[in-house]
Nanobody, 118 residues
Framework: HVQLVESGGGSVQPGGSLRLSCQIS????????LGWFRQAPGKERESVAR???????FYAASVKGRFTISQDTSKNTLYLDMNSLDVSDTAVYYC?????????????WGQGTQVTVS
């Protein structure tokens, strides 16, 4: 039973920082793409940062240079460090895993954590 549990969301002022964590359990196969995705009210879910199976990292253009995705395999945890947060970053952030990094292949989701920048 695969489970992804996000934490670390909250409210922050513009320019502030947050660190999101995703505790991963039950994912025995390491050949997965892991990533962070977000969905703002009235908008479709979009990818924010993805860590491909070979180690390649993809960032959305809107977060490049501000957000950093990382993984601590000893703790089975995926992180998203978010700096210089902007009002436009307000969304529910989801941790996801899938066979490939394309959004349509992300089949395992966490419950989401709210990030509010205001």
């Amino acid at each position: 039973h695969v489970q992804l549990v996000e934490s670390g969301g909250g409210s922050v002022q513009p320019g502030g920082s947050l660190r999101l964590s995703c505790q991963i359990s039950g994912l025995a196969d390491t050949n997965y793409c892991l990533g962070w995705f977000r969905q703002a009210p009235g908008k479709e879910r979009e990818s924010v940062a993805r860590l491909a199976r070979g180690g390649t990292i993809f960032y959305a253009a809107s977060v490049k240079g501000r957000f950093t995705i990382s993984q601590d395999t000893s703790k089975n945890t995926l992180y998203l460090d978010m700096n210089s947060l902007d009002v436009s970053d307000t969304a529910v952030y989801y941790c996801g895993a899938g066979q490939y990094c394309s959004l349509s292949y992300i089949t395992i989701w966490g419950q989401g954590t709210q990030v509010t920048v205001s």
